[in-house]
């Protein structure tokens, strides 16, 4: 199964999509390498994220806990620090790191509230890649606000060498926000159609299947059933700052117990979490995200294969391809009429801070440490 460990809801990010950084953790109450101990081995994919994990000062000690646990250990940043990871890229080198840019330039720093965001992530990257690092990209978050922006942040990263995942703009409840959905969903699903276009197009077996990933992001965004039905609470969970297990990220009465009260069979196979797996097999919300999403695409025997669905789609569109015919992709968007939604407020405040570089701004205890408010 894959894992996801929210080590901090700290965040010196001001993402328009995503208010953690208004509700942060404190460090005292944030898991530690001890409680981590407790999770299972033989995962397949564990990812440390946040909030912005960078911002533990403990964050090789959870790296040097969790990558024995897993297949592949991956780190998902802001990117502002990567002077902090680049440790940790030096002593395990395959750790898979992805930096959040959702655009160009100056469009990367209002979305994200960011100041020089989109240079400091850029250059992140490449210094990450310096020091030895293999499996290095960005992951964006396709939104109205970007919809132009997606096919040159793929071929920039093409061309970088470097990876690029996406995700589609959605509520979860760690963001606080209610209002994330398309105002346009035929523009969204239009952007998508190009991406998945393109990645069919390229030599890489990865974005063949992140091609089928986005055309579950598609059916997503239009409001169509999943493509494959979700799996969470027994093919992924993830881990919250306090230790509490939930099946996902975006349901909060999914929870199947706390790390720091119970051992992990305990949990895994309490009458609790019997009952959520059926709650998430009738579950409506029709999610499809990279941790829920890349689960259900894979074969519950070898992680490594794909299941039946996005492997015969994948091989009829490269035929397609092959023979000088549009990939698949379904046309009915453009009949579709588009919905209007609640507008998102930016929370760009030309009064960020610089982050803290010396010893005594970084003994901070509490968030406001980083901004003028």
Known sequence: MDLTVISTYRCDSRCSMCHIWKHP?????EVTPDDLVKLPDGIDNLNITGGEPTLRHDLLNLVEVLYPKAKTLEISSNGLHAQRIEPIIRKYPNVKVRFSLEALGERNDA????????????????RLREAGGTDLGFATVIQDDNLDQILPLYEMSRKEGFEFATSALHNAFQFHKSDNVPYDRVATAKALRG???????SRSVKNWFRAYMNLG????V?????LIPCTAATDFVFVDPWGDVFACNVRPDLLMGNIREAAWDQIWTSEAAATIRDQVGSCSQNCWMVTTARTAMRSPWISSVPKLEPLLWVLENKAR?????????????????AIAAPKRVFYMNANIRRVPTTAAERDYTRFGTYFNR
């Open 195 to 201: 991406l998945i276009a393109e990645m069919m197009k």
């Open 321 to 337: 391809l092959a023979l000088g015919m549009d990939i698949r992709v379904d046309e009915r968007i453009d009949h579709l009429p």
């Open 25 to 29: 953790t404190l460090p005292k109450d």
């Open 111 to 126: 979305i994200r509230g960011e100041k020089g965001g989109f240079a400091t992530k850029t250059a992140g990257l490449r």
């Open 222 to 226: 239009l409001g169509r059933d999943r």
């Open 217 to 220: 992001l598609m059916h997503k």
